[in-house]
């Protein structure tokens, strides 16, 4: 597996501050925030983003949903799904996340982001009181049998390789920020669980309606 490293390289040096994270966020009327969301293939993580999307933008929200699939389509297109690619797949997502939170955005990651090494470099990314680990808890089975792209059945003819679920592990969250087991809730109940949770994150003072 790749190592996942924060350090800028030997060129690169930092700018002067422009505008502040503050300045951005203030302008929105929000503290920004970045809802990482993981989770099987098919367990509803990109139907629970979209949930939460429409709802903190009904609520007046400045947000941005960053999913898997659009950005295998261009920015991680040269990437395959070895143990490697999934690294750095997810360290360039965590890039473009930690950039987005800069300007003030509440980001929303639905990514199956697999292994624990992954997750806590997207956390650390930004601030402590800036990430929320989602943990989209649905059984292997459930998401088997949904299935909605049928890769599973893909992946169990041995058409697809390194299908997270099959053939490559995934890594559950032991002590997610919130676990929404979809086989008992909503997606737009789900939502309202993490904009509780975003509330408590922001404390009392932040505007998080």
Do not use: C
């Amino acid at each position: 597996m790749g190592e996942l490293r924060p350090d800028a390289g030997p060129r690169a040096v930092d700018q002067p501050a422009r505008a502040g994270k503050a300045i951005r966020a203030a302008a929105k009327g929000q503290k920004p925030a970045l809802v990482w969301l993981t989770g099987l293939p098919g367990a509803g993580k990109t139907t629970i983003a979209t949930a939460l999307d429409r709802e903190l933008q009904r609520l007046g929200h400045h947000t941005y949903v960053l999913d898997g699939d659009v950005l295998r389509r261009g920015l991680n297109r040269d990437l395959g799904f070895t143990d490697a690619d999934r690294v750095e797949n997810i360290r360039r997502v965590a890039e473009v996340a930690a950039l987005m939170v800069d300007a003030g955005l509440i980001v929303i990651a639905s990514f199956i982001s697999p292994f624990e090494v992954e997750r806590a470099y997207a956390r650390g990314r930004v601030q402590a009181d800036e990430f929320l680990e989602v943990f989209v808890d649905t059984p292997l089975a459930v998401a088997e049998e949904r299935d909605p792209k049928g890769m599973y059945k893909r992946a169990r003819l041995g058409e697809l390789v390194n299908f997270t679920g099959v053939d490559s592990r995934y890594e559950a969250p032991t002590a997610p920020d919130v676990r929404i087991e979809t086989t008992t809730t909503s997606p737009e109940a789900a939502a309202e669980a993490v904009i509780a949770a975003l509330r408590q994150l922001a404390g009392p003072d932040a505007s998080v309606p």
